[in-house]
């Protein structure tokens, strides 16, 4: 793996908490991200001239704002008061990239007097949301701020509002660094540091990010994400580079750890080296045809290839991964740039195909750099191959001509059809070279011509023939390849 030097770097950031964007000083080291609240930053801290994401404005100034709703999506606020709590209807959340933010002129504790000239300072809670409801596409808020009211909006705390679970567990097998465990409390201020090892750093994954402004880390376990906004594009991709390159730079420390831990289990490592591992993101189908994209951590051994929801600290979770599939029968079918991704130019993505007994199982992955993209597209290759030369020999039973066979298919000797009895005589033998066609039908027959006397044989093999035709394909590119034959 390639040595990758860390990065050190301090700036102030947003971190998205509760709904609401909090002023944070960030510091990043090799391992870690320590974020600390700025005095002030959890109540409408000013950044950049934005109060929360949203424009300054003075207390019991009336103001009118007009906000658009895009196609899809609302308002983009929650509301709480009425006339039934003896309070004015309040704006006491804006959900980051909907209408209300995007407009930069609402922020929390705005009582909202009036919604398209219908006033609702006697309004109920429920008649304000009906009100909202009814606006249409464009709507003009008459809105004045009121401070005193402030203290019902609950003030982010970042030691009881971030979640963050997921660390090594500190064992002998895993000991890490000082800062291997969950995220600390250090000190008098409010600060929060995150462990970066397996973490997952990502662009436009989770939320969407119009303005290109937004950087995602998700926890090794996959359950917490942390939302940072910068103050331009420039910054944003800054930070990015520097985030992604410390975490990879301790993927070398979590692959001996690893390895360290699968081999006092024997079986639990299976005898198998793990390779490579890292996170990347899997294209997911949803209703109605819809996809998205999900965080997924992947791992190459000698032999498998195998998917996790989150990192396997312990030998059990390394043993049950969500799936597994063997590198023989799978392999590369692209590796290149996709569609238009508005934090990322274009999505770098590639996809595999497995021959499996269901048939031929495909995945799509988006990586966030060309760097991750070429060692991905060599890793799966190259395990590919090794894992060809490692097996060297697959058999399966068949059925040909009415008779129960064997089929062997050796990476050096090439095909071998024998009687299924023990010591059963070799029917037909022929090297690679002699093969002149090969088909299946995707149900349980594999069809082979050696272009003999025999003719096309047709073995059934009593389950789908995708497996063998992968495995088949793989013998032929390792030795293609090994041959020189191939760049």
Not at 120 to 139: F, I, S, Y
Not at 198 to 203: G, H, L, Q, V
Not at 289 to 295: A, E, I, S, T
């Amino acid at each position: 793996m390639a040595v990758w030097t860390r990065a050190c770097k301090t700036g102030l950031l947003e971190l998205l908490l509760r709904e609401r964007w909090v002023r944070v000083a960030a510091e990043l080291s090799g391992e870690a991200l320590s974020l600390t609240a700025e005095p002030g930053g959890g109540e409408a801290a000013v950044l950049n001239g934005v109060v929360n994401g949203n424009a300054e404005a003075a207390p019991g100034c009336v103001r009118r704002v007009r906000v658009v709703k895009a196609e899809a999506g609302g308002l983009g606020i929650s509301i709480k008061g009425g006339r039934e709590n003896r309070m004015p209807v309040l704006i006491s959340r804006i959900f980051p990239g909907l209408a209300a933010e995007r407009s930069g002129a609402l922020r929390l504790g705005d009582a909202i007097l009036a919604v398209n000239g219908v006033d609702l300072r006697d309004a109920t809670h429920d008649q304000a949301v009906q009100a909202l409801k009814r606006a249409g596409r464009e709507v003009i808020l008459e809105v004045k701020f009121m401070r005193e009211v402030t203290p019902y909006i609950k003030k982010p705390s970042l030691v009881s509002d971030l979640p963050w679970e997921g660390a090594a567990p500190q064992s002998p097998s895993l000991s890490g660094s000082e800062d291997s465990g969950s995220p600390q409390h250090q000190g008098p201020r409010d600060r929060k540091v995150i462990p970066l090892k397996m973490c997952f750093a990502a662009r436009n994954l989770s939320m969407p990010d119009l303005e290109n402004r937004l950087i995602e880390l998700h926890s090794p376990d996959s359950r917490n994400t942390l939302i940072l906004r910068c103050k331009d594009t420039a910054t944003a991709h800054s930070w990015f580079t520097a985030l992604h390159a410390n975490i990879t730079a301790l993927l070398p420390q979590v692959l001996a750890e690893l390895n360290a831990m699968l081999g006092t289990g024997g079986a639990a490592a299976g005898g198998r080296e793990v390779k490579h591992i890292a996170w990347l993101a899997e294209q997911a189908r949803l209703d109605g045809g819809r996809q998205q994209w999900r965080p997924v951590l992947m791992a190459v051994t000698e032999k498998d290839l195998l998917l996790y929801d989150g990192m396997p600290w312990t030998r059990d979770a390394w043993a049950s991964p969500c799936h597994s599939y063997p590198l023989v029968a799978t392999r590369l079918v692209h590796s290149g740039s996709g569609r238009r991704s508005p934090a990322l130019g274009s999505e770098l993505t590639f996809a595999t195909r497995t021959g499996s007994r269901q048939g031929v199982e495909m995945h799509v992955f988006r990586v966030e750099t060309h760097r991750d993209l070429s060692s991905w597209t060599r890793v799966l290759v190259q395990g590919c191959h090794a894992a060809a030369e490692l097996i060297k020999e697959v058999s399966v039973g068949c059925t040909l001509g009415g008779q129960e066979v064997q089929l062997s298919i050796h990476y050096e000797g090439g095909f071998t059809i024998s009687r299924e009895e023990p010591g059963g005589s070799v029917l037909f033998r022929y090297p690679y070279e002699r093969l002149k066609m090969s088909a299946d039908d995707g149900i349980r027959t594999l069809y082979l011509d050696f272009g003999g006397p025999e003719g096309e044989l047709a073995l059934d093999l009593h389950s789908c023939p995708k497996p063998i035709v992968f495995i088949l394909h793989t013998f032929l590119s390792a030795k293609v390849t090994r041959m020189g034959l191939l760049a």
